[in-house]
């Protein structure tokens, strides 16, 4: 009996480690060392294969599986930005180059980065509502996913539905691409009986 409980006092329990999700997909991004002077080749290419984590946030995960396009992926980069520059990415560390005041406290001044991402997230928060302001911070910039927000799969569907559309109004507000102009002149002519 007294070997037993050597023989399992002498056993290691094993550790369980999980690691994060990482999910590796290759998208087409712009060179940053493409010089425009000189004529696009081999050497001197304007786009470049990049390898991202698709599992950053729910937007990059769209973009990787061809579900939404790069204007909406812009989009969803700038709200996530803007709201990263005003401390919605959690505690960071100390800059020791910042001047000190009196107390041996660091100054905490408004920039003009500051100021400018507030102002993207107001026009952000204008153009989608409160609700889809919130889908779009969570999903986007707070890394949650829609499995997150809902056990329900039709909820889930409504979810996606509806993120991609905020990207979409995003994107069109910002001038990452154009929504297609539908005409009513025509409809009007044909009201009027001309």
């Not at 937007?59 to 919605?88: F, N, P, T, V």
Request: proline fraction near 4%.
């Amino acid at each position: 009996m007294v070997k037993a409980r050597k023989r399992r006092a002498g056993r290691k329990r094993k550790q369980q480690i999980t690691l994060p999700k990482v999910e590796i997909a290759v998208i087409e991004v712009d060179d940053p060392y493409f010089d425009p002077k000189t004529p696009e080749s081999r050497s001197n290419p304007r786009k470049m294969k990049a390898t991202i984590n698709a599992r950053e946030s729910y937007a990059m995960w769209l973009y990787a599986r061809r579900h939404i396009d790069k204007a909406e992926l812009e989009a969803a980069s700038r709200i996530r930005r803007s709201w990263e520059r005003l401390g919605g990415a959690g505690a960071k560390a100390i800059d020791y180059t910042s001047e000190r005041v009196d107390g041996g406290q660091i100054a905490q001044t408004i920039t003009d980065d500051h100021l400018e991402a507030a102002r993207d997230l107001r026009a952000a928060a204008a153009v989608l509502g409160p609700a889809g302001y919130d889908l779009t911070i969570k999903l986007a910039c707070m890394g949650l996913w829609i499995s997150d927000l809902s056990p329900k799969e039709v909820h889930q569907k409504y979810l996606g539905m509806r993120f991609r559309e905020c990207l979409d109004s995003l994107a069109a507000y910002w001038g990452f691409k154009t929504r297609p102009v539908r005409s009513t002149i025509g409809e009007e002519k044909v009201r009027l009986g001309a």
